[in-house]
DNA sequence: CGTTTGTTTGACCGATTGGTCAAATCGAGG
DNA sequence: CCTCGATTTGACCAATCGGTCAAACAAACG
């Protein structure tokens, strides 16, 4: 019995047939907890997801909540990149509207994602509060200086920079999160290229001094 | 022993326990669905939520499924009541922020609502998909005739009327379902104030032709 | 080929789940 | 005070939950 590493990453030290199991694994998880929430998901159906006997699973990931954690990790920094990739020497327009393509696009191409955080902020964040309190604060607030600086600067129209920022968020996110009801509402097609353009829009009047 | 009305609402019927019970039975569910959603709720911290023991619960409805069964069906209304009541005679630009207003009283006051909705979507609307698909897209089909009348006729910028409604639900439940991320990166006081008149800039930004 | 290490599974466990039921308790009317 | 229907509950049930374990199986290697 090898005792796979419970802790981080040294993928590494991992056999081939180990990282596939517990990419698997991770894939399942990412279906399921997005779908069901921690508390709704079982191990049953991720395994079977997943393509394993239960049993089988647990030789991988001690618990569901290591697989949960493993997959919450993972996003945050994924979450935050877009944010932290806004340019403060760029053009103000340009950067922000770049940024919400970007924010758009990870809602297009990881909507599963985009629901676990959803997921898991509904249910009060238990897992995810301390680095919602610690790094995205802080990088909020970095970003919104930025944004202020412009403003202050005649650069961009005056705008809530914090507010602007959810708003992003919000709009984004909303295409991932609740695309059952985009869809009910709009038929079969891909709703994306005209919410890009409509978000382009929205942020180029909103935005233009 | 009473069979109590399983299926619809003959209130009139009812003692005045029978309607208090009943009622501390919605609430409760409300408060635990919208936090775990509907397989992660329990019957065990319903009950316990509404002071009721599970047997009691059961003497009043009886599943798991009726009770959230009554909270989507009598969500519906409340949340489409809003976008119904947007006037195809009055003032455009007024018209438009006077629903963004009522819609973001909404996820202020019933913020609980807003997550059972939101938790139903994510979980891909098992429950009320024909509602959406139904009534839900005649209204927003409607309503964005009567906004494209407005454009047409210049009294409003251009905009895709759907996706500009879409842009209202977006932004206004951000701040009930998300309001856990919104206080962790404000701090602890109102975010309402202010999301409000960033909510007005935004749209007067966007609409004003 | 045998051994050792890594992988998979069937059987099982205690706890929790949604739900039942008969018996106990309550409360209003006579 | 008695009765009868309304309400409440403790005990219980089958199914499912997350998780364990020993045994079976597979693969690598000398």
């Known amino acids: 019995m090898t005792d796979i590493n419970a802790g981080q990453e040294p993928e590494q030290t991992m056999t081939r047939i180990q990282r596939e199991k517990r990419e698997a694994i991770l894939e399942a998880g990412l279906t399921v907890f997005s779908q069901e929430g921690f508390r709704g998901a079982t191990l049953d159906r991720i395994a079977a997801e997943a393509g394993l006997s239960k049993p089988n699973l647990l030789y991988y990931y001690p618990s569901k909540e290591a697989i949960h954690e493993e997959l919450l990790t993972g996003l945050l920094h994924t979450w935050l990149d877009p944010l932290k990739a806004v340019n403060p020497n760029g053009e103000p327009v340009d950067e922000l509207l770049a940024y919400v393509h970007r924010k758009l696009a990870l809602a297009r191409d990881f909507p599963r994602e985009s629901r676990l955080f959803a997921n898991e902020i509904l249910q009060g ?27 202050d600067e005649g650069r961009i129209a005056p705008v809530d920079p914090v507010h602007l920022i959810f708003s992003v968020w919000a709009l984004t996110q909303h295409y991932a999160d609740f695309d059952v009801q985009v869809h009910a509402v709009l038929g079969a097609g891909d709703p994306f290229p005209r919410a890009e353009a409509h978000l382009e829009t929205l942020f180029r009047r909103l935005l233009t001094p």
Chains 1, 2 share one sequence.
């Open 125 to 151: 964040a238990p897992r995810i509060l301390p680095a919602l309190e610690g790094e995205l604060r802080e990088l909020v607030e970095d970003r919104a200086a930025v944004i202020q600086r412009w403003i």
